[in-house]
């Protein structure tokens, strides 16, 4: 299936941009949230799953297991009771069942020729949309994508169709007499094909060629090439412009690409990862406490520097980021004095009104 153009940018799209976006430890109490970069769990959700794989190419791995083979797994290695890596298993080797007493999940992973059982504690879990892979889902609609990329393969390789034909008024002859006049025409006209002086193409006999035209059948394969990438699309819930077909798309709505990408495809797989997240770094204790883990989605909502640049001063204005916070999402260090909330475009005076008299009103 990912020798298919649609399908490998489908699965190469999704796992990148959940790899790519920062997921963070949250905690919230009466003064609102906070980032809980002292939590444990800070690191192996924000920066590295472990010595040699970051986060973000942990979360790609495991989307795109889930994208081919339903799930994708990760155990938790616990060191005194807390996560301290997770290592990827092959989704192959993996079995998820059911404990009969409680009806929670329990995982057996085969290891060799031993068979280890885990709680659903230890093993980040990522399934696909209703635990069924998109390839498999939508295995019809790729076959068919593959058998129109095969004809069109042998089309332009020229076995589908030939370049032109040769005519004459009348039968070339018979016997081998016949067969010797028309293998020296073909013999002439392969010539000239190969020739790179620009020679016209010269018959005697009667002999005539017409050339192929592109036919409204050809049109309809053209039309039917485009409408499996829109079923891929489907398959994958991905607008169709995110995998490069614009015929419907233009370049001056960018953002709404990304918004429409956010909420109808990303949102869902957000929402899996931020649960499989706190289930097994976060103790319910934790959880019932206000910590949770959450992307920031901000950079894929502000796709072009003007915006980033208006939205930035809309937060400043109304007294929702400091300086410092907008240096910091533009990766500029912090200066002093920039971490006041008053509105930078304001000129009123901020001293004590006094009356004639020159005392305090």
């Known amino acids: ?90 989704p192959r080797t ?5 404990n009969e007493a409680t009806g929670e999940p329990v995982y057996e992973v085969q290891d060799g020729a031993r ?54 008024d009348k039968r070339a002859g018979t016997g081998d007499d016949g ?30 060629y017409t050339s192929s035209a592109m036919t409204s059948t050809d049109a309809q394969f053209l039309e039917n090439r485009r409408f499996q990438i829109e079923e891929i699309a489907r398959v994958f819930r991905i607008p169709p412009h995110l995998l490069f077909d614009l015929s419907r798309a233009t370049w001056s709505n960018a953002e709404e690409m990304f918004q429409s990408f956010l909420t109808l495809t990303l ?32 950079d894929l909502l502000t796709a072009n520097a003007a915006t980033r640049a208006t939205t930035y001063a809309q937060y400043r204005s109304m007294g929702a980021m400091t300086a410092n916070e907008v240096r910091a999402g533009l990766n500029l260090p912090a200066r002093g004095g920039g971490d006041i909330l008053a509105n930078p475009f304001t000129t009123s005076s901020t001293s004590t009104p006094t009356d004639s008299t020159g005392e305090a009103a």
């Open 267 to 298: 949102r869902s797989w957000l929402d899996a990862w931020e649960w499989a997240y706190a289930r097994v770094l976060l103790t319910p204790e934790e959880r019932a406490g206000g910590f949770y883990v959450e992307f920031v989605v901000d």
């Open 179 to 208: 067969k010797t006049i028309i293998g020296n025409v073909r013999k002439a006209y392969r010539n000239w094909m190969n020739s790179s002086t620009g020679e016209p193409l010269i018959l005697d006999d009667g002999w005539t």
């Open 1 to 90: 299936a990912l020798r298919n153009p649609a399908v490998l940018s489908a699965v190469v799209l999704n796992s990148g941009a959940l790899g790519s976006l920062p997921a963070k430890v949250f905690a919230s109490d009466q003064d609102g949230k906070r980032t809980a970069k002292d939590h444990p769990a800070y690191r192996l959700v924000h920066d590295e799953a472990n010595d040699f794989t970051s986060a973000g190419q942990l979360r790609a791995a495991l989307t795109a297991d889930a994208l081919l083979h339903d799930h994708g797994f990760a155990f938790a290695n616990r060191v005194n009771g807390r996560v301290q890596e997770f290592i990827r298993l092959d």
């Open 94 to 98: 993996v079995s998820v069942k059911s």
């Open 115 to 168: 068979k280890r059982v885990y709680p659903y504690t230890d093993i980040l879990h990522i399934s696909a949309p209703l635990g069924i892979a998109p390839i498999k889902a939508g295995r019809e609609a790729i076959a068919v994508s593959a058998v129109l990329e095969q004809h069109a393969g042998r089309l332009f390789a020229g076995g589908a169709r030939p370049s032109g034909v040769l005519l004459k």
